[in-house]
């Protein structure tokens, strides 16, 4: 599977971006969908995924509540939602792809070591 991510851009504080994840390849619905980011100078650190199958969502605390996460899967397509942005928001953000045996187990949906395949990120700046 490839992923190819895009939408990043320039935000204003308390602005809204969209960004989009484009997978081809067959999508198994036990898959989980990925969004991590990255921050210059810092670790890569988990932002949101969502089971293709169930929609079951899960979001890192600095996130939750203005992040969301969705998927359609006519268009192989996954989404992130993102509301009320921070600076700190300002990353690469990569969409991945955890086909795995620990794809079942909720609580690894955070570690990027489970994730198979990592799309080429984009960038999200937000100017105060």
């Known amino acids: 599977v490839q992923l190819q991510a895009s939408g990043g851009g320039l935000v204003q504080v308390g602005g809204s971006l969209r960004l989009s994840c484009a997978a081809s390849g067959r999508i198994s619905r036990t898959y989980i969908m990925g969004w991590f980011r990255q921050a210059p100078g810092m670790d890569r650190e988990f932002a949101a995924a969502i089971n293709w199958g169930s929609r079951t969502t899960r979001y890192s605390e600095p996130v939750k509540g203005r992040f969301t996460v969705s998927r359609d899967n006519a268009e192989n397509m996954v989404y992130l939602q993102m509301n009320n942005l921070k600076p700190e928001d300002s990353a690469v953000y990569y969409c991945?792809?955890?086909?795995?045996?620990?794809?079942?187990?909720?609580?690894?949906?955070?570690?990027?070591?489970?994730?198979?395949?990592w799309g080429q990120g984009t960038l999200v700046t937000v100017s105060s």
């Open positions: 991945a792809l955890d086909g795995g045996p620990h794809r079942t187990i909720y609580s690894e949906w955070d570690n990027g070591r489970r994730y198979d395949s």
